[in-house]
Each structure stands twice: as C-alpha cells, then as structure tokens.
C-alpha cells in the first residue's frame, strides 16, 4: 500500500495517522505540502529517520522545486511525475 500524505507534518497529524496503519516495507509519498516532512535540519528529521527504518519516502520533486527546498533528510528518494506514477501503478494508494 502506497500512503500519499500532502498536508504538512507541522500543521497536521497526517503523517502520524498513516504510520498507525501502514504496515512495515509500505512506501510513503511526500508531496504538495507534505514535502516539509522531509526537510533537513527541521525538527521532524529525527522521526523521519525513524520512519524511514521501516518504509522507503519518497517526495515529489516538482513540489519540492516549487517550494524552494534545497536540503532533504539524506535517504529520502525524489521522484518526478513519472515516478509518482510508477509508485501509484505498483501499489494500492491511499491519501491521507
């Protein structure tokens, strides 16, 4: 299962509420603003490292051009369009 999270993890609980659901190995899409999530040097960087023990996180690489992000917690995986599709052909998806 595909957890696509687009709210940021600073202004919502999104993230939190997926992982309570997502079984270990499930990949999790950062995008729109959820990309925030994975923006080095934040106060959510060591949870990520945490998440990311158990699920690969991808984030769209368009919305992280958009919001000007230049830094992404190392291991976090961008993928454009084409990947974001990828992702979504290979797994059942759920948005959160």
Excluded: Q, T
Aim: proline share 2%.
């Amino acid at each position: 299962m595909l957890h696509m999270i687009n709210k940021s993890p600073f202004e919502s609980n999104s993230l939190e509420d997926c992982l309570r659901y997502a079984s270990d190995g499930s990949p999790i899409l950062l995008y729109e603003d959820g990309i925030y999530g994975a923006l080095a040097g934040s106060a959510l960087e060591a949870r990520m490292k945490e998440i990311m023990a158990n699920h690969d996180v991808y984030v769209l690489k368009a919305d992280v051009a958009l919001r000007g992000i230049e830094k992404l917690i190392d291991g976090v995986k961008e993928v454009d369009y084409s990947g974001f599709v990828g992702l979504v052909e290979e797994n059942k998806a759920v948005s959160w």
